[in-house]
């Protein structure tokens, strides 16, 4: 794994919902390899621990990534201070497994609240071939809407509890959708019960499913142990290392025994 370390200006910086902050950053070296799916980890002054936040936008000709996050603790609420004029310390890009790029091929692409940056460039890949469904809990949240449009992707939105969009779960929506239509592949970022919930369908309608993982983590790259996960590869139950053999899995590998 490929990955480089350094302190990279910020130029740009959006407040899109509250306690939601979206950066642009300066890294043409992280830039030109960085590939979807990835992340970065970011280190933030008087936290001995990085924190881990995926890449939203990848601009090759700008040199620039997009992180898109939203404060949890305290290690945010910090990188949240963070402006365009000062630098962030960042080990990009992170992660040895991505999205699958499956070139023609059509893809249902499902967020879950902030489990929906991740999935912005993956849109912007599979462009018209793609069905886009972001979740939300309400109205107040909903963010990246109108970059999803952009990529030429049919988008559909929902909320918990109906104040943007259509009422209801993205589970909702893609039971809908796969009445009339089978994709080659479902990929989706968000809670775990979203993920078990749409990893489930698939596997009923034999559809090919990936899901990116949000587990704590220590190093980042595979020294630690923190990010452990059980998974099952060819039958045999794993321990794999979310930052290292993910964080993008085939639901199969995540969800074996449901
Ligand atoms: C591969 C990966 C990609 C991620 N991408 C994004 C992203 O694009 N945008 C975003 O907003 N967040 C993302 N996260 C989650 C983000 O890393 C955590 O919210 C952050 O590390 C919390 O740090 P903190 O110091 O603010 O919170 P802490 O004080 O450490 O914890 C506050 C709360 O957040 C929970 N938490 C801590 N770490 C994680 C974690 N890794 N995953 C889930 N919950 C956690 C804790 O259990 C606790 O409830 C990602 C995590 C991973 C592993
Ligand atoms: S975070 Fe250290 S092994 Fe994954």
Redesign the pocket.
């Known amino acids: 794994m490929k990955y480089c370390q350094g302190l990279y200006p910020i130029i740009r910086k959006e407040n899109p919902a509250a306690g939601?902050y979206d950066l642009s950053i300066l890294c043409p070296e992280i830039a030109a390899i960085a590939k979807c799916g990835q992340?970065v980890n970011i280190r933030i002054d008087g936290?001995t621990l990085r924190?881990?936040?995926?890449i939203?936008e990848i601009d090759r000709q700008k040199g620039t990534l997009r992180?898109?996050?939203?404060?949890?603790?305290?290690?945010?609420?910090a990188?949240a201070e963070l402006s365009p004029g000062g630098f962030i310390d960042m080990v990009a890009p992170l992660?040895g497994r991505g999205f699958t790029l499956q070139e023609g091929a059509q893809a249902i692409i499902i967020g879950g609240g902030?489990g929906n940056?991740?999935m912005l460039e993956l849109a912007k890949f599979y462009g018209e071939n793609a069905i886009v469904i972001s979740g939300f809990r309400n109205a107040a949240a909903v963010i990246l809407q109108e970059d999803f449009k952009g990529t030429g992707a049919k988008t559909f939105l929902c909320t918990d509890d109906g104040t943007a969009g259509e009422k209801g779960f993205v589970t909702d929506i893609l039971k809908r959708e796969l009445q009339t239509h089978t994709p080659d592949i479902i990929c989706a970022c968000g809670p775990m019960p979203m993920l078990r919930g749409i990893a489930a369908i698939a596997k009923e309608k034999g559809i090919r499913s990936e899901v990116?993982?949000?587990?704590?983590?220590g190093c980042g790259v595979g020294g630690c142990l923190v990010?452990a996960c059980r998974t099952v590869k060819d039958g045999e139950g794993i321990f794999a290392h979310?930052?290292k053999d993910?964080?993008v899995f085939d639901s199969k590998e995540v969800f074996s025994n449901e």
């Open positions: 939601v992340f936290f924190r881990p936040i995926s939203c992180i898109v996050f939203q404060i949890r603790g305290k290690g945010t609420k990188m992660g902030i940056p991740p990116s993982l949000e587990e704590r983590m990010c979310v930052c993910g964080p």
